[in-house]
């Protein structure tokens, strides 16, 4: 990273369950791993609302433009290897939103800290972390990059095996939880104070959700329920 280079920031291996995220299975403050994953804005925070349309929209540049990503080097440690470099600064990314999602298909809504970390380096962030509520738009954004990012793994099977079919049951189980629970918005508990990125309107989401759904599974149900 040249003159970027930075100690490596928080591993979250040891992330804990937020009380408006808990459940039977999952207690609150009981631990989860999701490392990787892309900081938001200027903070520490990891927003699934932020990174689904950030990853979504690099998803569709390399399938769309292919060729011109193959040949493009970003200087990642993964570079040389089989796979486009920008593909391999997604998957950091896919890895992290697909350990977001609950047993039962929902998504957590974000993963921070209680208060913002304040001006310090990511390595000085010691304050412990927490997955908060899962929403219907957090789930929907889920599900419509998780159904785009099967379509586009699978064409590296060999270095990423099982991932299409896994991101594609993700997909579903996500799109089955929204359906289920359609209108749960983001609400900031008391004791979080970090980004809330609220989204009262769903329509835009389900709609996204089922065009990349009907478009991996090829079932007319998605798209009716597009229409």
Partial sequence: ?????????????QVRIHPSAATTERPAESPISAPKGWYDAGDYGKYIVNAGISTYTLLIALEHFGSFYESRTFNLPESNDSVPDLFNEIMWNLEWMAAMQDLDGGVYHKLTTKNFSGEIMPNEGTAPRYVVQKTTAATLNF?????????????????????????????????????ANPSITYRQPSDVVT??????????????AAAELHI???ESSYLTEFN
């Fill in 1 to 13: 990273a040249g003159q970027w280079a930075r100690a490596s920031g928080h591993p979250d291996t």
């Fill in 195 to 208: 980004g809330a990125y609220g989204d009262r309107v769903l329509e835009d989401e389900f709609a996204w």
């Fill in 216 to 218: 991996l599974t090829g």
């Fill in 143 to 179: 599900a419509a990059v998780m159904a785009t990012a099967s379509r586009i793994v699978d064409a590296y099977p060999n270095a990423f095996p099982g991932k299409a079919s896994a991101y594609r049951q993700a997909a579903i189980n996500a799109w089955q939880w929204a359906e």
